[in-house]
């Protein structure tokens, strides 16, 4: 037998003793092994030719049992996995794992999540780390401070072949950012990074933005609900004028406003890299709205700008830029999203000529007799639109006027 798992018994020390030479992977997680077990194990390690897998997740293991085993793992060089998780080892323990891994040229894996690390316990660790080329899986979540960044940090350094950074809701700070902007200052392969629901603010964009004018491999950035501001948006549009490969930026549930807006709408006015642009719930009004449509007048490849949640005409503007530059959408639907006049026609200024789509779907919003008056002028110069669906929009008289006078026109379109 080489592989023992033993979580959640009741082996104290003398078991410890019995089983460590015995195995080359050793699970005894959630067992109260005690100071004299991780003795026993340290002595072990110091001599063992055959154990390579260790897991002591939740051992209720301290700053001193954690001394013993950095210790040991100075000489070996079999060890590639070590869990330390759900213990209480605390800054004074990751200062001795920190100290030991500074020569091991052997581990791969080390965990040491939810261990109540704080910053300085971290920064010992990143210390011990400067130099390590092996360890590539390093997990510090569930601690405070630094802790996620700094793991996530010695990971993509070590390894070189991950693509796909997912951080969501890990409390990362601004001042935790920096340690992330390093990654992707330096890496040669990452191409997608979520940070969504953290708390990095203005600030902590600075980081991000000032490493995204020299990255040439992120496509993907997500930034929701971080507390972002114009000024942070501002950060972003100056480092996206020297960055040409970033396509989706994700920005739902900031607070950019007008400003924001306005400065997005003049940096990337002639911007030809980016296709996606989320901007829910960002507190834009009708004056963002109107500079974004003006700012993106000229641009041809953002296909989906996400406006949803936010004030005034800003989902009809939205729309339009969709409309106008997403060359295979062919179905648009629109319904409940309390499109006034004045929204409509920005829709119907693109709709005008357009060449795909065939559906449209404008029920349950505010028209009235003005804004079919728009998309009537519109579709008598379109010859592609087959359906068009209106109801419930307080059209009156006068709007079935329009409507009747289109179908004189253009037999193509059905109304309902």
Same mark, same amino acid.
């Given at each position: ?67 013993? !085993? /950095?210790? *040991? #793992?100075?000489? %070996?060089?079999?060890?590639?996995? +070590?869990? =330390? $998780?759900? @213990?209480? &080892? ?117 980081? !991000? /933005?000032? *490493? #995204?004018?020299? %990255?040439?491999?992120?496509?993907? +950035?997500? =930034? $929701?609900? @971080?507390? &972002? ?118 829709? /119907?200024?693109? #709709?005008?000529? %357009?060449?795909?789509?065939?559906? +449209?779907? =404008?029920?349950? @919003? ?51």
């Amino acid at each position: 037998m080489i592989t023992w798992n033993l979580t959640y018994n009741k082996i104290g020390p003398i078991g410890v003793f019995y089983l460590g030479e015995a195995v080359t992977t050793l699970n005894i997680s959630g067992n109260d092994i005690k100071d004299k077990g991780v003795e026993y194990l340290a002595d072990i390690l110091r001599c063992n030719k055959t154990l390579t897998t260790l897991s002591l997740s939740d051992c209720g293991l301290e700053a001193s049992c954690t001394q013993r !085993l /950095a210790d *040991a #793992l100075r000489t %070996n060089n079999t060890l590639i996995f +070590l869990n =330390l $998780s759900y @213990n209480q &080892i605390g800054p004074r323990g990751a200062q001795y794992v920190g100290d030991a891994l500074q020569n091991n040229s052997t581990l791969t894996t080390l965990y040491l999540g939810n261990n109540r690390i704080r910053d300085p316990g971290v920064q010992f660790i990143l210390n011990g780390l400067r130099n390590n080329k092996t360890l590539k899986q390093f997990e510090l979540s569930g601690n405070h401070g630094d802790c996620v960044a700094i793991g996530v940090n010695v990971q993509f350094r070590n390894d070189r072949t991950l693509t796909t950074l997912d951080l969501r809701q890990n409390q990362i700070e601004s001042t935790s950012v920096k340690y992330i902007a390093d990654i992707i200052r330096t890496t040669t392969s990452l191409t997608t990074l979520d940070l969504d629901f953290n708390t990095i603010r203005d600030d902590g964009v600075k980081y !991000l /933005a000032d *490493a #995204l004018q020299i %990255n040439e491999t992120l496509i993907t +950035l997500c =930034l $929701s609900r @971080n507390e &972002i501001e114009h000024c942070g948006v501002h950060y972003l549009v100056d480092a996206l004028k020297n960055n040409t490969t970033l396509s989706t930026l994700i920005l739902c549930g900031n607070k950019i406003g007008d400003i924001g807006a306005k400065y997005i709408s003049e940096g990337l006015r002639n911007h030809q890299t980016l296709t996606v642009l989320n901007l829910k719930d960002n507190q834009i009004g009708s004056i963002g709205a109107q500079n974004l449509v003006e700012g993106f007048h000229d641009n041809i490849t953002l296909k989906q700008l996400e406006l949803f949640g936010n004030h005034g005409e800003c989902i009809a503007v939205g729309a339009a830029v969709g409309l106008r530059n997403d060359k295979i959408l062919t179905t648009l639907d629109l319904s409940q999203n309390d499109i006034s006049p004045r929204g409509i026609q920005y829709v /119907a200024d693109v #709709l005008r000529k %357009n060449s795909t789509i065939t559906t +449209l779907i =404008l029920t349950h @919003n505010q028209l009235r007799d003005s804004g079919v008056h728009c998309l009537a002028v519109a579709l008598k110069d379109n010859s592609t639109l087959v359906k068009l669906h209106i109801g419930n929009n307080q059209v009156e008289d006068t709007g079935a006027y329009d409507i009747a006078s289109v179908l004189r026109v253009n037999t193509c379109v059905k109304y309902s």
